[in-house]
């Protein structure tokens, strides 16, 4: 095995390690006040972990978007890089590229860092309101930091595309003459 597959392998490894408490510390609070008679009160605060976030979608009826924070934010990076794991420990070339291949991408539709960048902006939107605060927490840095080391991971890993046939062209495939076919 290759250093940087090795170096990959092992980033892939500490991108578990660093996703799996992503998923359940808490990553945002976010408070409403209003002023009551010069005074500051809160009237709600609550703070959420992703998983938690997803199951308040769930339980208020929002299916769809809990679904789709479920599939791109926690299974599709739990199968790459389980995926990725596999890919560097195989040994036939030809199913280790085209696992690669097909890990590259679905790379493209982890869409964690998408929801970083999400829950970013409703921090600053939220701090730009007067009434609203928010506070980023643990879990949003451990997920910042998941993102970033399964990108890393997936760039060190290198694959070989499988060897060409002898006459330097993909591998040729059979082609059979139907019996009923004249003979050239």
Not at 125 to 138: G, I, P, Q, R, Y
Not at 154 to 170: M, N, R, W, Y
Request: charged share 15%; aromatic share 10%; hydrophobic share 55%.
């Amino acid at each position: 095995m290759r250093a940087r597959n090795v170096i990959a392998l092992v980033l892939t490894i500490l991108s578990f390690l660093i996703l799996v408490p992503s998923l359940i510390q808490p990553t945002v609070t976010i408070s409403a006040s209003i002023e009551w008679f010069g005074q500051k009160q809160e009237i709600f605060r609550e703070t959420r972990s992703i998983i938690r976030i997803i199951r308040n979608l769930h339980e208020s009826g929002n299916d769809f978007v809990a679904g789709l924070i479920l599939l791109f934010s926690v299974i599709v990076p739990f199968v790459k890089g389980v995926l990725l794991g596999v890919v560097a420990l195989m040994r036939d070339p030809g199913r280790r590229y085209a696992l690669f291949r097909f890990v590259r991408d679905i790379s493209k539709w982890a869409m964690a860092d998408v929801f970083v960048v999400g829950v970013y902006v409703a921090f600053l939107s939220a701090k730009a309101t007067d009434n609203l605060d928010a506070e980023l927490h643990v879990g949003f840095y451990l997920f910042a930091s998941y993102c970033l080391v399964a990108l890393v991971a997936l760039q060190f890993t290198a694959v070989d595309p499988p060897p060409l046939s002898p006459q330097g062209a993909q591998p040729q495939v059979p082609v059979r003459v139907p019996p009923s076919a004249p003979a050239p």
